[in-house]
């Protein structure tokens, strides 16, 4: 996947949960016949939240 071709669609701060890669993995998995992309990652200014984002993985048409 080309780096140029991701683009964030939305990112949003929760507390922190250690089950939320489970949802995850759920929503890559059911939803990546639609170029979309979900992640979750620590927040590094606060450990107690976390940060979801969602992804673009289709691009821009060119």
């Known amino acids: 996947m080309d780096k140029d071709q991701v683009q964030l669609l939305s ?3 929760l507390d ?4 939320a890669y489970k949802l995850v993995d759920s929503l890559n998995r059911t939803l ?3 170029d ?12 107690d ?3 979801f984002t969602i992804y673009d993985t ?3 048409a060119e």
């Open 32 to 34: 990546k016949d639609r």
């Open 36 to 47: 979309l992309m979900f992640g979750i990652a620590l927040d590094e200014a606060d450990k």
């Open 16 to 19: 922190k949960c250690k089950d």
């Open 11 to 13: 990112s949003v701060k």
């Open 58 to 60: 289709k691009g821009k």
């Open 49 to 51: 939240k976390m940060v």
